[in-house]
């Protein structure tokens, strides 16, 4: 009890030592050696005993203890295994849907992101205040990148494109598309990244002009290049001009790009530099501090066109720009999804728990008699208390364990399910982190499914529980009822906010297309390349290669498009050029097209007429707007023969056309569904100019579309030979159908509902389980009961309803109580909701309808059995 | 378990050993045989203790900190483990001699002569 225990070694010597002054004694009063040892002997009795007894009262007992309880818990679970299988599985799916989750919020919140000491890295944010009030992650324009690199001394800044875009690269005799990523010189400084092979780009060859060089990463170094070591200092013909390759970077290298191939930015104030185009990073210099390098920055930026024409069209506003770590930036978009994900986890698994709390209970409840009977013997209650908990963490263990595989399983899913690229790390793995995290876990639902049933255990009644049978009193189906409710509680809220995000799902991918999306297939390629910066060699390509396609047997019809509808479109600005409000601008998106386009897709033209082939350089600029711009525009009035300003020249406007839908990913209006139908205006291919077709096809790859009546076959492959006859090195870089443009645009929310959907489907399947195993565990516990009242004239049909309105009262409180909860907590989803409100009726209606159903029957089936029940049997029993 | 020699002797009621091995330890820090031997000796032989049975007693005793032990050497140079009497023991000594005395007056007032003549 008090210090350190005795060891056994220390009594036994204790006791040879009274051996021998016992013998030395008698030897004195006379004795022989051999006569005093046996009387020593004799007087002290029985030497292993006394050890023995010494040993039982040591610690070495309760380890021994605690061995003796484990083997007997094994034993008692192995006597239940259906309670024990159906407690494992709940856990382990409990405990695995939480690991999967956890191991994303390790990955992205916890963990640094894979640069070295990424806690120095900072991406730029602005705060707006006044009218325009906003608070965002900004990219910079080219004037403020030249700030940013010269006045701000405490940050090593660098710049890149927005994205990577496709290009082709011709290596030998092949050409292929791929993903291009311009970043400026000390991009891969500021990443921390070191090639494994030549160098970075300097800042000689990041001047505009400066000599084409690229960098390649690791991957395509080994597929394209065969992993050749002397490709340093090689040509290689990229958008058709030679680039000289100067670094390779590492295996699993990471940038925020994830580009396949890195070419030098060459920022220039002018042209793309008038857009804020670039996507500034930094890296805190050695001696510095943020404060520095926001004061430092914000002074810099403060003295920019940009921030100057604001302030002047804007009195009263302040801007200020600070830096925001990579880590935070880069993963807030993603922080409510994941956390609210790691929430429906959390539900997962107190339903599991509140599933077994409520096993546990009758479990207990059933050894009433074999606790009563060792507390007669006279086990102390901390004894049965310890036994108890015991079990319960082997349960819970062995839950653990289950839910480990499972997780691993969840996330290995999971991360199939996901985009490329979506998360910004390379791997999700299952760490220490996430393995210690799941060992809590375990420990924690061990004490929360055991505290119920082990506080019952504490009230046992000796007398009466060695005598009585019926162990089941109406406080524990209270109490079990209660779990019940508090479990479909929880499974209303993760259904409801399943339902609505499918709802919102279903309204977004049934949204009036505006063109009919069937029998079309389209494909991209890049031209950027030096040999289309030419119009007239673009005009060229165009004609010719529609003109083969049209040829192709089954083809209806061909066009070009520079973006598609689904997808992202180019932003531009067009002014109104006469009327009141003159010289006003409205932003828009803006598709460049060739005349086939609307007759492809089948868009309406609702009024005016489409382009033709008589649109040219040489004639007027004609513009076709869609309903919704001319709406904004012109208010109701007639567009037709009116004039836009468009990049400083007049046009006209020609035709009118239905609205389709598009991605707002360009971010047109803040804060859209992802699928809109916005301001639209379309220009025709063959009137645009050399700069503007560098720009846009810097950015953007135009797509062929096909519509054919019926599927024809080898079709790609002869579109591919269609757009060779036009020009042998130009690659597709694949060819999607609509199905395929809108699934990658919603590819978001379809993640978000498959998960949840997924989480919700547990949480029914658990909270059926619930429900089950309450009423099935009255009809085995009532049997006698159930007898006795049919003896007495009672029907099967009452005895069933007796039973049945325990389940079904549970769930029905359950239902209620979580549809006040879901009003309440489904607030937050109002961002992530198109189309309908968070109160949305049919899915709550439907939530109720399921979980009645999903009641009902796991109520039916266990009180069928009462139907076998024979009064005569039952009573004879006792 | 007896032997012949012991077989005469009384036999100790139950809780009192705990009592003589305190009262043995008045006079001073004693190892086990020499607690064993004290009782027996003041008794006048009359006491049966088992030495093994000892132990368990002075274990129970030094968990409850009324004895402390440490190990020392005995006077006839042998390695022993001591033990003495703590405050807590000397306390506990007086409550339960009193208690004794009560008791022993009370049973010999029931049984009278006879216990008086034994």
Known sequence: MFGRKRKLDDFTDEIEAHLQLEIERLREQGLNEEDARASARRTFGNVTRARETFYESGRWVSWDRFWQDLRFGLRMLRKTPGFTVMAIVTLGLGIGANTAIFSVVNALLLKNLPYAHPERMGTIYMRTTGPQASNERRNVDGEQWELLRAEVPSLLCAVSSMGTSGVNLQAGYQVQYLHAGRVSAHYFDVLGLQPVLGRNFSEDE???????????????????????????????????????????????????????????????????????????????????????????????????????????????????????????????????????????????????????????????????????????????????????????????????????????????????????????????????????????????????????????????????????????????????????????????????????????????????????????????????????????????????????????????????????????????????????????????????????????????????????????????????????????????????????????????????????????????????????????????????????????????????????????????????????????????????????????TLATQRMEVALLAAMASLALLLSAVGVFALVANMVVQKTREIGIRMALGSTVGQAMLQIGRSGVAASLLGVILGLVFSAWALRVMKGVLYGISVYDVPTMATVVLTLVLVTLLATILPILKIAKIDPANTLREE | MSTQETQERLELLQGTLDLLILRTLIFGPRHGQGIARAIQETSEEELLVEHGALYPALQRLEQRAWISAKWGVSSNNRKARFYSLTAAGRKQLVRETTKWKRLSKAIARILGSEAAEG
């Not at chain 1, 090689?234 to 680039?243: D, R």
């Not at chain 1, 930026?301 to 302030?311: G, I, K, M």
């Not at chain 1, 409000?581 to 609307?598: L, R």
């Open chain 1, 206 to 744: 990041d001047r505009p002009h400066g000599p084409k060089t690229a960098v390649l990463s690791y991957g395509l170094w080994r597929t394209t290049f065969g992993a050749d070591r002397n490709v340093l200092g090689q040509a290689m013909l990229l958008k058709g001009e030679a680039y000289t390759i100067i670094g390779v970077l590492p295996q699993n290298a990471t940038t925020p790009l994830n580009a396949e191939l890195y070419t030098a930015l060459q920022a220039r104030p002018d042209g793309e530099g008038q857009g804020t185009n670039f996507e500034p990073i930094a890296r805190l210099r050695d001696d510095a501090t943020w404060q520095q390098a926001n004061a430092e920055m914000n002074r810099a930026l403060a003295r920019s066109l940009r921030v100057q024409n604001f302030l002047k069209n804007n009195p009263g506003a302040e801007r200020a720009y600070y830096l925001v770590p990579l880590q935070t930036s880069e993963t807030n978009t993603l922080r409510p999804q994941v956390l609210a994900l790691m929430l429906a986890a959390g539900f997962i698994l107190l339903i599991a728990c509140a599933n077994l709390a409520g096993l546990t209970l009758v479990r207990m409840l059933r050894r009433t008699g074999e606790i009563a009977t060792r507390l007669a013997l006279g086990a102390s209650p901390w004894q049965i208390q310890r036994q108890l908990w015991i079990e319960n963490l082997l349960l819970a263990l062995l839950g653990g364990a289950v839910g480990i595989e499972v997780g691993f399983l969840a996330l290995r899913g999971l991360l199939l399910l996901l985009p490329e690229h979506f998360l910004p790390v390379a791997t999700v793995p299952l760490d220490g982190r996430v393995l210690a995290f799941t060992l809590l876990l375990t420990l924690m639902t061990s004490i929360l499914f055991g505290m119920l049933p082990a506080f019952t255990t504490r009230k046992v009644d000796l007398r009466s529980s060695i005598a009585s049978r019926t162990v089941i009193g109406a406080r524990t189906v209270r109490l079990r009822q209660a779990l019940i409710a508090g479990e479909i509680a929880l499974t209303v809220v993760l259904l409801a906010a399943a339902g609505l995000l499918i709802r919102t799902l279903i309204h977004l991918e049934t949204m009036p297309p505006g063109f009919h999306p069937g029998g079309v297939i389209t494909a991209k390629a890049s031209l950027d390349e030096v040999r289309y910066h030419d119009p007239a060699a673009f005009r060229k390509l165009l004609d010719e290669s529609l003109a083969s396609m049209r040829e192709i047997p089954g083809v209806e019809n061909a066009a070009l498009g520079l973006t598609l509808p689904y997808e992202r479109a180019l932003i531009n600005g067009v002014f109104l050029r006469d009327g009141k409000e003159s010289g006003q601008g409205v932003e828009t998106n803006e598709v460049y097209v060739t005349p086939g386009y609307f007759e492809t897709l089948q868009i309406a033209v609702v009024a005016g007429r489409a382009f033709t082939n008589a649109d040219s350089p040489d004639t007027v600029e004609v513009v076709v707007v869609n309903q919704s711009l001319a709406r904004r525009l012109f208010h109701g009035a007639d567009p037709l023969g009116r004039y836009l300003k468009r990049d400083n020249k007049d046009v006209l406007i020609v035709g009118v056309v239905a609205d389709t839908v598009l991605s707002s990913a360009g971010e047109l209006h803040a804060g859209s569904a992802p699928l809109t139908s916005e301001e639209t205006i379309y220009v025709p291919a063959a009137q645009m100019d050399a700069q503007f077709l560098l720009l846009v096809h810097s950015f953007f790859q135009p797509s062929w579309i096909v519509r054919t009546a019926s599927p024809v076959e080898g079709l790609t492959a002869q579109m591919q030979r269609a757009l060779a006859k036009a020009d042998p090195n130009l690659p597709f870089s694949g060819f999607y159908d609509m199905k395929d443009l809108m699934a990658a």
